[in-house]
């Protein structure tokens, strides 16, 4: 089954295909971008492949209209946010995908495992989501917030390791890093609370 991360935005304005050519330029020069698909509106979708044509990514920019892709990819994430834990967390997700404009979707091929290929998806899509007004998506793991923290919790339960996570308290962002596979942290987060034995720094509010 197809492996996707996403940037959603809020906004419809885009990076042309030579702004994200510089972005490959400046670090990961071995790889290029190819355009797909397109038009007299811009790059719809693009390849990331290294020089020696190793397929890395397929990047896909959906707008979010009625009756389009891209609403019909929202909609099946509000679906699969059904019962997702923090309640808080879940919630605040899915009144922002309400807001979602632009949807950017990475299809992640055999070239990401590779060092390289996988820095230089990142690199673009660190990219796109540094824009500004956007969260991140990734399968099998869950959502972010504006400023990259995990707030919603979709991974496996084998899952471990070090993770930046965040709980939405009185409309007030908590950020702290826990470890997936520490049964009390992980507890504690989908109650929406900070775990006891880790320091939060606190964040703006959550609506402007």
Known sequence: M???TRVLSKND???TLDELHEVLRAEHAA????????GEDGWVSLLLSTEDEVEVAVLERS???DGSPGQDEVADMLEDLHDARPESGADWVKEYLGTVRTVYAFQHLAGSELVGG????HALRSALFQRGDS????DLEGFTNEEGYHVVWQFADTVTGPWNM?????GTWYHFAMDLGDP???AAFLRGDVPADLSAVQSQTSRE
Do not use: N
Request: net charge negative; aromatic share 12%; glycine share 6%.
């Open 118 to 121: 996988g820095d230089a998806l």
């Open 135 to 138: 969260i991140l998506q990734a």
């Open 63 to 65: 707008i979010v209209t």
């Open 31 to 38: 790889y290029r971008l190819t355009e797909e698909d397109g």
């Open 2 to 4: 197809p492996y996707y």
């Open 184 to 186: 009390d942290h992980r």
């Open 13 to 15: 304005d885009f990076p």
């Open 166 to 170: 965040a709980v939405l308290q009185d």
